[in-house]
């Protein structure tokens, strides 16, 4: 018995999808782990990180999929690492705002980029036919084409 398509197209993206990160871990965990961050550290600031403007920690803890003890906890130690900023929401002062720090940011930059080059790295293998391919290949999985 043959795999279905969808199982077929699981299967390749999930390869490619593991020799980026694979490719790309190297570096970005390597800064992580020198800021002895952990999982959940990382995870909210590469969050904040997409964000423009300071979030209410009841918001990011909904982001992260965590409790806002958790996050608050997590927020303080992030804080004392300088890697993220704690304000008071100037229209109500018992939320308590937050956002990446340049610090933060950088941190947040290089990880997306040492994955931006793994993918580079190994489209730059392929023919520029076979580039092509794959965007239109890839086209239905773009957010606005199936309404997201």
């Not at 930059?109 to 239109?136: F, G, I, M, W, Y």
Request: aromatic fraction near 4%.
């Amino acid at each position: 018995m043959t795999a279905s398509p969808h199982a077929c197209a699981f299967d390749a993206v999930r390869e490619f999808l593991g020799r980026v990160f694979t490719t790309a871990e190297g570096e970005s965990l390597e800064a992580v782990a020198k800021l002895k961050l952990s999982f959940t550290q990382a995870r909210v600031v590469f969050t904040l990180a997409h964000h423009d403007g300071p979030v209410a920690i009841g918001d990011l803890a909904g982001a992260v999929g965590l409790s806002a003890a958790a996050v608050g906890r997590n927020i303080e130690q992030l804080v004392r690492k300088k890697l993220v900023v704690r304000t008071e929401n100037p229209e109500d002062r018992r939320v308590k705002l937050v956002a990446v720090s340049a610090l933060g940011r950088s941190l947040a930059q290089s990880h997306l980029k040492s994955k931006e080059d793994a993918v580079r790295t190994l489209l730059d293998a392929l023919e520029p036919e076979q580039c092509l391919a794959l965007v239109e290949a890839l086209k239905p999985l773009k957010e606005e084409d199936h309404g997201n």
